[in-house]
């Protein structure tokens, strides 16, 4: 009687485990599916996409500054210098002149840029004399700066205009942004998944990510 109580607890026992989860088989049940997240990334990624090329560029909080830190990055200076207490790099002169026609359009949504002006943008080569040039973002470590300047460098190869190399940035840093969004949703619970991918379809995230700004 003492071995068939036995034996009953025991298949009892084993049921029990059988029907009821580990902790890590309960965290893998509760993650979103790949399947799920591979549509999802792949529909934000087609959208960034299009706002890359429908935004004028320089359109991110700081924009001028941080593509100005990522060339500088590109061309070795990991470290900015400074004059007369202005920190900044030596940099092409047409980098400058490439970011005038779109000054006036941040946080000015009357402003346009015309045709004349983006051709004048688009002008500006890499080959340009060497000038100094100052911007405020010298403080962020550079390998913040590693996807843009990755765009900065193909821009080069390809093209030897500088707003390409600008767009590429934005292209490189975009993509780092889903990449690590997208790791970062498939690790986590399903209930902290959604609310995460949710913060992804603001527009200001978006916008963020579409941008050359390291802080997305």
Do not use: C
């Amino acid at each position: 009687a003492s071995r068939a109580q036995i034996d009953t607890t025991t298949r009892h026992q084993t049921s029990t485990s059988r029907l009821e989860p580990t902790s890590e088989n309960r965290f893998d049940i509760d993650r979103l599916s790949p399947r799920f997240l591979r549509v999802f990334f792949s529909v934000y990624l087609l959208i960034g996409l299009g706002l890359i090329g429908l935004f004028p560029p320089f359109q991110s909080p700081d924009a001028f500054e941080h593509f100005d830190r990522a060339v500088g990055i590109s061309q070795g200076q990991f470290v900015t210098s400074t004059i007369k207490g202005i920190s900044g790099s030596r940099l092409p002169v047409d980098v400058l002149n490439s970011e005038i026609p779109f000054f006036q359009i941040p946080f000015d949504p009357v402003q346009r840029v015309t045709r004349t002006e983006f051709r004048y943008g688009f002008a500006q080569v890499w080959n340009s004399p060497q000038t100094f040039t100052k911007y405020p973002t010298g403080a962020y470590l550079p390998f913040l700066y590693l996807p843009q300047t990755v765009g900065v460098w193909l821009g080069k190869l390809v093209s030897r205009h500088i707003l390409v190399g600008y767009y590429l940035a934005e292209l490189m840093n975009f993509i780092a942004f889903v990449a690590l969004a997208k790791w970062a949703i498939s690790q986590l619970p399903k209930r902290i998944a959604v609310s995460l991918g949710v913060l992804l379809i603001f527009p200001s995230v978006g916008a963020l990510a579409v941008s050359v700004n390291p802080d997305a």
